[in-house]
């Protein structure tokens, strides 16, 4: 697509399940996506895995936190260091913790000292203006997930959905121009995703996932933990709302009476629960769910969910999208926004009251 003003950015992720950095460029003018760029992924090892695990809960300040964000701030910029044609970065860092009611939002890990390292503007701290301004700080990738479905051409409402940690649903209109425009966009967090398996599978298996959904596939869900699950006062919380990857602790205890593969296929049913729950929140009914982030790898989560949201649950590689990089593809988009003054969030994305465009720019 030929989109007057576009210019190259460059995003990237360092999610909550911690795997590594994902980074990927976009040519925008932070209204349209003209084209996706190359990508690429810096894997954390096991010791900086643990250095960061170590951080998550704590504040700028609090007990390692510095050790933390000088790592993330190292893995960044060998990973963005490979790239060349870059206009602007957008670095999320790395949350370790989120608490928009109480003490903020806090991603570990300094633009600024990017922008010095890079030579290029880096933007950068995308949640704490909108939480400052009484926003749930998350999600911020549906105002991309807008220009995707327009990027892709859809026609109809649909919804995004990612499978990370924690699990975060986009409805999206696609015939309505703009992602602040009322009836665009409605967002919220699902519940947790991958994160209580990969919990699970370290816990009996000492391995840190379930490649595939393989035992889950094997096993037998027990509906009445479903059921208790359901109840958690989160689900009857009207969106926008986001979580902490610790706002649901009882997960293990929960499945403790079941055998390993029932135990994985429960909680895995709970997660696509979780995300049916949420989906009775569309103002419009969608005949698609997309889904990107890891999840998607999950046989026995993209089954349960086919199940439980009776629609089409498909992988966003369907609409020519690549899945594994929607959420460092996001943050190039918003950087540009952030670049040009244009809002990031809104009412029905993370709940603040007007629009608002969060982000520091730090220029080298
Ligand atoms: N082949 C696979 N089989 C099963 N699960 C997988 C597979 N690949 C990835 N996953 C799951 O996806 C997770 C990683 O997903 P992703 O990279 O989207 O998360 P993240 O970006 O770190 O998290 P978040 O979006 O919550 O910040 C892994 O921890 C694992 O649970
Ligand atoms: C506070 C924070 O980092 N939240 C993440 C996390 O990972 C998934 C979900 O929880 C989502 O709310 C968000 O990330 C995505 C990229 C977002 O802001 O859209």
Redesign the pocket.
Known sequence: MRVTGAIWALGA?S??SLDGVDAAMVLTDGHSIAEFGPDAYRVYTDPERAVIRAAFGQWPGEAGVAEAAELVETAHAQVLSRFSGVDVVGF?GQ?LA?DPAGRG?H?AGNGALLAGVLGVPVVWDF?STDVQLGGQ??????FFHHACARFAGLTAPVAFL?L???G?LTWVDPRVARPDDPGALMAF?TGPANAPVNDLMLARRGLAQDAGGALAASGTVDEGVVTAFLSHPYFFKMPPK???RNDFPGQLPAVAHLPDADAAATLVACAAAAVARGAEHFPLPVARVLVCGGGRHNAALMAQLALRLGVSVEPVEAIGLNGDML?AQ?FAYLAVRVMRGLPTSGPTTTGVRAAVGGGQISRP
């Open positions: 992720m999610g909550t999320h949350t989120h939002t991603q949640r700080g998350a999600p911020l990738a549906p990612n990370g940690g924690v975060n967090d986001s979580l902490d959420e996001a």
